[in-house]
């Protein structure tokens, strides 16, 4: 839940980098993408999507304002352009995003689902990252034997 004066809004939350960000082919409206220090010290600054710009500030400039994202502040230092909503009607834009270690630290009740992005210049080469991938989890999660891959991939999706 995000929060700004007496407006809220059912929001997704990601802790992420600017990788992330340029993956998912997102551009900044307003402000600017996260600094070092930002994504280094998890500092309390967010970028939101449209969506959440236009219910909180309407078409204004939402830089330096503060927002309430599960109870804690947050300082908003840009704003993406509208992307639209999905074939199924899941809003893209309905989205705030902080430094990755800000859900570390700040987040520890959150459920939290794990995804990787990734992008490669081919489908060959996206097939050995997603085989690597898949080799890394079923390591660190100890999944036996016989399981089929860890790790789906769709080479035909885009968001």
């Keep these: 839940m995000a929060v700004y004066r007496n407006a809220r ?9 600017n ?15 996260f600094n070092d ?3 280094v010290l998890g500092t309390k600054v967010v970028i939101i999507g449209d969506t959440v710009r236009r219910k909180f500030f309407g078409f204004s400039d939402p830089v ?6 599960n109870e ?10 509208g992307k639209g909503k999905s074939i199924t009607g899941e809003d893209f834009d309905n989205t705030c995003i902080i430094p990755y270690r800000a859900i570390a630290r700040g987040f520890e ?4 689902a794990e995804n990787i992005y990734v992008q490669a210049v081919d ?3 996206m097939k050995e990252v ?3 991938v898949d080799s890394y989890y079923r390591v660190k999660c100890s999944v036996p034997a016989g399981y089929e891959n860890v790790v789906d991939i769709d080479l035909n999706s885009e968001t």
Excluded: C, H, W
């Excluded at 990788?19 to 993408?33: A, E, M, P, T, W």
């Design 9 to 17: 809004i059912k929001t997704t939350l990601f802790g992420a980098d």
């Design 109 to 112: 009740k959150a459920s939290v």
């Design 64 to 69: 330096n304002k503060i927002i309430v994202i």
């Design 130 to 132: 997603m085989q690597f």
């Design 72 to 81: 804690q502040p947050f300082r908003v230092i840009g704003s993406f352009y």
């Design 19 to 33: 990788d992330y960000v340029n993956i998912q082919n997102r551009r900044v409206l307003y402000g600017r993408l």
């Design 123 to 125: 489908e060959q080469s």
């Design 37 to 39: 220090d930002e994504l």
